[in-house]
């Protein structure tokens, strides 16, 4: 689907360490100065599943494939960007293009990193970033402003359009001046469109990641630092994720066998990047339905609330144009039973039509006429 992810924050808040890890190999410059990330890094990174897992075991397939998430390193921001200080024109454009935010924020204390305001602050971090999204944001739309001011002058529909928008972008203009975020703003539908070609940095749904040092894993309930971050997710209804950038770090150089037992000294069930994973991939509005069979076993990505027949198109275009029917099992069904004709007999397979809307763990088959 192309959808992906932006890593952002101040400079050396752990960024590129995770993304590195994200990716299981240093495909990113982690260096101890500014702007070590100059164009941004991207990377596709499986998405962990369970159930895709369970199904393989099952089916033993030729070939097993996870569906995917793209994330995108992005230069640090520094105080300024807005106007163009430290990469900041850079960065700003690499945030515009992509779907939804990822908020580094740093909370580990390290004298041999420095930090780029002198001291570890969480929430003065996340300020920093959100105020010169805003600011340039706020530029976006004073400029449509001006614009759709000039239109509103003319005659009929096309100036009535105008004025409807001007009163929009004024609404919003009040609102960032008052520090709300674009994605906080109680708008409308048909008042988010007027916004939709301005393709706003702040009107990106976000994700907390609150980076710390192994010694604060398991302390979110006490740490200050951690607290700091909770609050601040918890007071957007924004997810946050705990994660040690150098752990993680760690992990992904291990076998299985050592990266569990390591996992087990922790306190940890599974890394903090697939927690990240899975936190990014609801962030997006994003549900998974499965293909199975002796070829191969796959996972497939859809938005929530897609059809039968659009899931059918991500698997090839001729699918959704020729689309007749969907047979339909749970994948739990699937598993307990073992086999399709099992679900068959006992009633769990369903065949849907058109106006089905797939859910979470739909095990699909479809049938088409092209």
Not at 123 to 143: A, F, I, N, Q, Y
């Amino acid at each position: 689907m192309g959808l992906s992810i932006g890593i952002v924050g101040l400079p050396n808040v752990g960024k590129s360490t995770l993304f590195n890890a994200l990716l299981g190999a240093a495909q990113a410059a982690a260096a101890n100065y500014p702007f070590c990330t100059i164009e941004p890094n991207v990377g596709v990174v499986p998405v962990p599943d369970a159930r895709l897992e369970a199904l393989a075991a099952l089916f033993q397939p030729k070939k097993k494939t996870p569906t995917t998430l793209e994330f995108v390193d992005i230069a640090g921001l520094v105080a300024g960007a807005s106007k163009g200080e430290g990469l900041g024109n850079q960065f700003l454009a690499n945030i515009r293009e992509v779907d939804a935010v990822a908020h580094v924020l740093r909370c580990f204390e390290d004298p041999d990193v420095v930090h780029v305001a002198g001291k570890v602050d969480p929430r003065g971090d996340r300020e920093v970033v959100e105020t010169e999204l805003m600011l340039k944001d706020l530029e976006s739309v004073e400029k449509k402003r001006e614009r759709s001011l000039k239109n509103a002058k003319a005659p009929g529909k096309p100036g009535e359009l105008a004025k409807h928008e001007v009163a929009v972008l004024d609404k919003v203009k009040a609102g960032l001046d008052a520090g709300v975020p674009v994605r906080r703003q109680a708008l409308g539908e048909e008042e988010r469109a007027v916004l939709k070609d301005l393709f706003l940095l702040t009107s990106k749904p976000v994700l907390y990641i609150a980076n710390v040092d192994e010694s604060q894993l398991g302390k979110e309930s006490s740490d200050p630092h951690i607290l700091a971050v909770k609050a601040l997710a918890d007071a957007e209804g924004a997810p946050m994720v705990e994660i040690s950038g150098k752990v993680e770090s760690e992990l992904v150089a291990l076998s299985a066998a050592e990266r569990e037992e390591y996992l087990q000294s922790l306190g940890l069930e599974e890394p903090g990047l697939d927690r990240l994973v899975h936190a990014g991939y609801r962030l997006l509005g994003l549900v998974t339905f499965l293909t199975a069979g002796e070829d191969e076993c796959r996972a497939w990505t859809v938005r929530k609330g897609a059809t039968a027949p659009q899931a059918a198109g991500v698997i090839h275009t001729d699918f959704e144009k020729g689309f007749i029917k969907a047979e339909v099992i749970r994948v739990e069904d699937l598993l307990e039973l073992k086999t399709e004709a099992a679900c068959r007999e006992k009633g769990k397979l369903r065949i849907e039509g058109k106006d089905y809307v797939v859910q979470d763990g739909d095990v699909m088959h479809f049938r088409f006429n092209v």
